[in-house]
């Protein structure tokens, strides 16, 4: 059955009460038509219960807009949502991905994640080729989808909103690595999904490297909004120097500030029993949050990215497959993963909104049962930099096994 507007109906019920699904919600497929957007094909999913959300088919299938009932969710930045055809990915000394950085979930991967970085390239196995030079955050989130399928699928009395694509980062003596994404969600519901699948599609042994930049905006992120999350230790802050400095801690968050200087933690999170990770922000004043459900075994590691200057006000989850300090320090520690061909990775995640005081409760008891975070605002960090399950050490001349 499906749950709408307070009743539970079947199909006929709902067929029953307008001419068409798109009256309360479906998926919808439209071209942005101005400025740096221009020509970007979009869909939009609405599922009946006031969530929103919108899938930027030609930025790699990444998520942009996101809305309940009418209140922003999702961050939009100065930068807006650029076409892929203006990026310069290696301009600005590698910076260049800030001008195209906006939404809800920008993606980052598929062989590079965090800082800059030039990494040997003997494994393509082309004489002219020395390095491979990566930017801030990869470059898959500045590359167009290919649009497989969407729409409206039922079975029985329910209905689900979905959309597939692939989007391929690949280069002659190169990588050639695919992400096979699937989002849905089912009408009526105030949640949804992300599924995706990276697989070395080419013939040539390539690192693996994947990040979720989740961005939450106002009015879910104010003054008193608080971060929710399993928190067992913090391992790193890469403002320790100047902990205090700014006044604003990891836990609650502060209004919009002139000239704040970003911050970024990396913590260790505890999962539940059936492996899962849930991190939340919630606005206790207005009885509306989001949370983040990810997998540990997928994602071991998690960071929490809080820039609060004027005009770009955001906070960011960021679950990763790699420590913070990325390639240099997991090929030092044997933690890469590396894809054969035909090898793949599988993610799944999901999204929720929390609806009122209630919600919100439930969710807080749900992670403090986890794992109780730190009371502190400043917690110490711990420097306990975890091995990652399942990363064989690396090999002579290669990085560890998938």
Not at 56 to 82: H, Q, V
Not at 84 to 113: K, M, N
Not at 302 to 331: C, L, M, S
Request: charged share 25%.
């Amino acid at each position: 059955m499906v749950q709408l507007f307070g009743r539970s109906l079947t199909r006929r019920e709902v067929a029953a009460h307008a001419g068409t699904l798109s009256q309360f919600a479906g998926v919808r497929l439209m071209t942005l038509g101005d400025g740096v957007e221009r020509g970007i094909r979009m869909l939009e999913f609405r599922t009946g219960s006031g969530l929103r959300f919108t899938v930027l088919i030609d930025r790699a299938l990444d998520l942009a807009d996101c809305e309940y009932k009418g209140a922003a969710i999702g961050w939009n930045s100065p930068a807006g949502f650029r076409h892929p055809g203006l990026h310069e990915y290696e301009g600005e000394g590698g910076l260049a991905w800030l001008r195209s950085f906006s939404g809800l979930v920008v993606t980052c991967g598929l062989d590079h994640i965090l800082f800059m970085h030039d990494d040997k390239a003997d494994h393509y196995h082309y004489v002219h080729r020395k390095s491979v030079s990566s930017s801030i955050h990869g470059r898959i989130s500045t590359i167009p989808g290919k649009l497989l399928s969407y729409g409206e699928r039922w079975d029985g009395d329910e209905c689900t909103l979905f959309c597939e694509g692939v989007v391929q980062q690949s280069a002659v003596f190169g990588e050639d690595l695919h992400l096979i994404r699937r989002i849905e969600a089912k009408l009526g519901a105030n949640e949804f999904t992300l599924e995706d699948r990276v697989v070395n599609h080419g013939f040539y042994r390539t690192p693996h490297m994947f990040c979720y930049h989740i961005n939450i905006g106002h009015p879910v992120l104010a003054e008193g909004s608080r971060y929710l999350a399993p928190v067992a230790h913090t391992v790193w802050a890469a403002h320790a120097d100047a902990y205090k400095d700014q006044g604003v801690g990891y836990r609650r968050l502060p209004s919009p500030r002139h000239n704040f200087h970003e911050q970024v933690w990396q913590h260790a999170m505890e999962a539940d029993a059936k492996g899962q990770v849930p991190v939340a922000v919630v606005n206790d004043a207005l009885g509306l949050g989001f949370v983040v459900e990810t997998n540990k075994n997928e994602f071991p590691c998690q960071f929490q990215w809080q820039n609060f200057q004027e005009g770009q006000y955001a906070i960011g989850i960021e679950p990763a497959t790699n420590h913070v300090y990325g390639k240099p320090f997991a090929q030092e520690r044997g933690e890469l993963i590396w894809l054969e061909h035909g090898e793949e990775k599988r993610y799944r995640t999901r999204f929720a909104v929390l609806d009122g005081a209630k919600e919100i409760a439930a969710m807080e008891k749900r992670i403090t049962a986890i794992a109780r975070q730190p009371d502190a605002d400043y917690p110490v960090p711990s420097g306990r930099w975890d091995p990652i399950p399942g990363r064989a050490k690396a090999r002579e001349g290669g990085g560890a096994s998938a």
